[in-house]
């Protein structure tokens, strides 16, 4: 930061600064690091879809997926060095994470059967997990759509369909990630999950604006609540297993509250922060933007959480009172964007699918 930003810094606190510059942090509040531009790579030929990205447990990878266009790539950080990429993965799903020892986990790739693929980006090597749906060999029933998981405490909890009379219902697997072998299959959960950070219990969120917490092993409903009117699209547990963070969209077409009438639906409550214990709001914050929360997630660290939004900005706010810290990336183009922290907290990645291009933010708090 250049002396003139010091001293604008003492007098008003916070700066607003471009991308490629340093982000400040409001003064005198520990929690708040200053984040620099360290790289910006495209993130491969023609991904303008991302629909997903992960860290590998070093810190030293990314993994971004482009569901639409069905493969998947593996980049060093911070060169953006291409290290691998796979084609033809099973359409549909829109996640991607990395085992213990540095595999890469991708939407099941050459079986229909399969619920998810192993992938080792520098060999090429893969490997199919067997899907929760022994009785079928199809994708429908067998591939996951969504899923979470703990490295370090070999877990995957992965959402997928299953038969419900004359149509299909969802149900949750969890997978040992070290046998890969499957623990559990319950029936429920929604349109995504979020992990607590023991790994027993899973947040499933829905179109219906409910979040419901699922022990992971007993498939037992342990905490219910209504988070929103509008779909609730995505959600993060803090590191601490305190608190939860739900984003959704602004509006949408429902059943009007109390009655059995369907119109439009307007929610502007679109981030929000909740009780993990207790189902209860803790914060909220309205976010002016018509397509509502993109993607979240809470720093391991405890400090921040990180948003995106349809317009393709990225925020970052205090991890325990959503006070807003610094807007980190200004949507410049009519683009989405996913927002991901490093394992260590000392990284931030944004990717904006509309630039296929992917920023490396990094902390100066002395990482």
């Not at 991890?319 to 260590?344: C, N, Q, V, W």
Request: net charge neutral; glycine share 12%.
């Amino acid at each position: 930061m250049n002396p003139l930003s010091r001293v604008l810094a003492g007098f008003i606190g916070c700066l607003f600064l471009s991308p490629a510059s340093t982000v400040g942090a409001t003064k005198g509040d520990s929690k708040m690091a200053i984040f620099t531009t360290e790289a910006e790579f495209s993130v491969a030929g023609d991904e303008r879809n991302a629909s997903a990205v992960a860290w590998s447990p070093d810190g030293t990878q990314l993994a971004v997926l482009a569901s639409l266009l069905r493969y998947a790539t593996v980049f060093a950080v911070p060169s953006g060095d291409k290290i691998g990429t796979i084609t033809d993965l099973v359409g549909g799903s829109q996640a991607i994470g990395f085992t213990a020892d540095g595999q890469v986990v991708i939407p099941s790739h050459h079986d229909d059967s399969a619920a998810v693929t192993i992938w080792n980006a520098k060999t090429g090597a893969t490997a199919n997990v067997a899907g929760p749906d022994r009785s079928s060999k199809g994708a429908v029933t067998n591939a996951l759509f969504e899923f979470v998981m703990d490295p370090a405490r070999n877990r995957l909890a992965g959402l997928h369909y299953v038969k419900s009379g004359q149509g299909r219902a969802f149900a949750i697997s969890i997978y040992d990630a070290h046998t890969w072998m499957l623990i559990a299959d319950h029936t429920g959960g929604g349109t995504g999950l979020a992990m607590s950070p023991n790994a027993m219990q899973v947040a499933a969120i829905n179109s219906l604006g409910g979040v419901n917490i699922v022990d992971m092993e007993s498939g037992a409903v342990s905490l219910q609540f209504q988070a929103n009117l509008t779909p609730v699209k995505v959600a993060s547990w803090s590191a601490d297993g305190k608190r939860i963070a739900t984003g959704s969209i602004s509006g949408g077409f429902g059943r009007l509250p109390g009655t059995d009438t369907y119109g439009p639906l307007q929610d502007d409550n679109v981030l929000q922060l909740w009780d993990a214990r207790a189902g209860t709001r803790i914060a909220v914050a309205r976010i002016d933007v018509g397509g509502g929360v993109e993607s979240l997630e809470f720093s391991n660290d405890g400090r921040w959480l990180a948003t995106t939004t349809s317009d393709g900005t990225c925020r970052l706010w205090d991890a325990g009172t959503l006070e807003p810290i610094e807007t980190i990336a200004k949507g410049l183009h009519p683009t989405t964007a996913i927002a991901r922290f490093s394992p260590d907290s000392s990284r931030l990645v944004v990717i904006r699918r509309g630039l296929a291009q992917a920023t490396i933010y990094r902390t100066q708090s002395g990482r």
